[in-house]
């Protein structure tokens, strides 16, 4: 796609459309538009005739959205550090939250952990209950 001036020393900051950041993050336009709609990717530039166009800023955006999503951070929980991060307008203000939110979703695994270990030991009693009377028979 086109090179477009970033600021006043013409600067070149490379524009996408939604097709090729899709491509490029194996996103859907979908999901794009999705997060667009709900305020997680509120950047993005529009041209002549409506098209979207998309920049660095927001192809790194999309790409800490896809982090914290695999980290297991809900759609809610992005929502909540994006309107965070407006408040403050500060990266400084915002780790702090994203660390408490990580530390809460890690106590949470580790106590799923715990309870599908306890589960794992259920299943292999029983397991082991019904083979002693299949080999009894």
Known sequence: MNQAPLNSA???QKRYRIGEIGKLLDLSTRTIRYYEEIGLL????RIEGGRRIYTEDDLRRLRFIKKLKLLGLSLGEMAELENHYYQHRTNKKVLPKVAELLHRHST?????L????????EINDYL?????????S
């Open 114 to 121: 715990n309870e599908l270990g306890k589960l794992k030991k």
């Open 10 to 12: 013409d600067q070149p």
């Open 42 to 45: 509120n950047t993005v530039k």
């Open 108 to 112: 949470e695994i580790e106590s799923r």
């Open 128 to 136: 082991s209950h019904i083979e002693s009377k299949i080999n009894a």
